[in-house]
């Protein structure tokens, strides 16, 4: 029996990239897929990092549909940062990044729970990223990302934090740290550090969405009593399955 169809989902960030691949997953899977952006091409266009616009959103979805099952917390921006910017670049790409990555994640996660609370359950997948967790023998030496790394980092705190919480509530929440997956953030960073587009060999080195949207699968599957609290890095150039479940 599936624990997918049917269910409520909401997926944010989903006009492309990684939010692309689960929305699709999900609705072929026969969720009820209610997607969101700030770019055209979703149901609703939300800024994530607006308590008004959340909460409408959120309040739309549950009148119409009913209670929310699944929360993709997807919606996410970067933009290079330098410990040395000026004052006023640096404020400015804290309260950018800061406001999706973070402070958007916590507000749809407020607003959707109730709902899930009240349909008996459900299972927040927050997105996060391979920066945060590489393995040993492949480890991270990118710079200039501090500000989109620590949003990660506190994503990670969320996602811990809820998982405690919530977990008598029938509310599983776990992290999937991705690695390169063929975005538009992506492509327009490898051009502002080439000075071109990438290639097609360089994009055929990356993941899928599509692959992305299938290993979600496979995590909500685990039904209610699958995992909780973890996160799980999917890294790129390596075998895109779920880990053993951490003891």
């Not at 952006?37 to 149901?43: A, C, L």
């Not at 709902?115 to 997105?127: A, D, L, P």
């Not at 994503?155 to 999937?176: D, E």
Request: proline content about 7%; aromatic content about 6%.
């Amino acid at each position: 029996m599936s624990h997918v169809a049917g269910k409520v989902a909401i997926v944010t960030g989903a006009a492309q990239g990684i939010g692309a691949g689960p929305a699709r997953a999900l609705a072929y899977a026969g969720a009820r897929v209610v997607t969101c952006d700030v770019q055209p091409g979703t149901d609703a266009t939300v800024d994530v990092s607006q308590p008004d616009q959340v909460r409408r959103f959120v309040d739309d979805v549950v009148g119409r549909h009913g209670p929310v099952g699944i929360l993709v917390n997807n919606a996410g921006v970067c933009r290079i940062t330098d410990p040395l910017d000026p004052w006023d670049k640096a404020l400015d790409d804290f309260d950018f990044q800061v406001g999706t990555n973070f402070k958007g994640e916590y507000l749809m996660g407020r607003a959707v729970f109730p709902s899930m609370v009240e349909g008996g359950g459900g299972h927040v997948v927050n997105i996060a990223t391979d920066h945060i967790c590489r393995p040993s023998d492949f480890p991270y030496n990118g710079g200039y990302f501090d500000v989109y790394d620590s949003t990660k980092w506190a994503l990670l705190g969320l996602t811990r934090g809820w998982a405690n919480a919530l977990g008598p509530k029938g509310i599983r929440v776990n992290a999937l740290s991705m690695g390169a997956t063929d975005s538009g953030m992506l492509r327009g960073f490898t051009k502002a550090a080439t000075g071109a587009d990438p290639t097609e060999e360089v994009v055929a080195s990356w993941m899928r969405p599509e692959q992305i949207g299938a290993l979600l699968l496979e995590l909500l599957e685990e039904g209610p009593d699958g995992r909780t609290g973890e996160n799980i890095p999917i890294i790129v150039g390596r075998p895109i399955v779920l880990p053993p479940r951490a003891s």
